[in-house]
């Protein structure tokens, strides 16, 4: 386990300290859930990044062209 000091807006730990206090969860618990969440965004932002890079207008028009012009069935 590392820990980490880090500087924060009174009002932000004031939030976490009465959120912590609410769910009967430590504040490390409340902060270690929140920067795994913003963690998981970041790489999945840039794994999505990393897909529309490979991908091609070209390619997707030639699978686009093979699809029926036919109106959607009803209902």
């Known amino acids: 386990m ?3 000091q880090a500087n924060i807006p009174d ?3 004031r939030q ?3 959120f912590a ?3 009967h969860v430590s504040m490390d618990m409340v902060f270690s859930i929140a920067l795994a969440s913003q963690v998981s965004g970041w790489k999945n932002r840039d794994n999505i ?3 529309a890079q490979r991908g ?3 390619k997707f028009d030639r699978v686009m062209e093979k ?3 036919v109106p959607p069935p009803a209902g």
Do not use: K
């Open 21 to 23: 206090e609410r769910e």
């Open 2 to 4: 590392t820990t980490i």
């Open 56 to 58: 091609s207008w070209a």
């Open 49 to 51: 990044q990393q897909r």
């Open 16 to 18: 976490v300290r009465e």
């Open 67 to 69: 699809v029926r012009d």
């Open 11 to 13: 009002s932000l730990a």
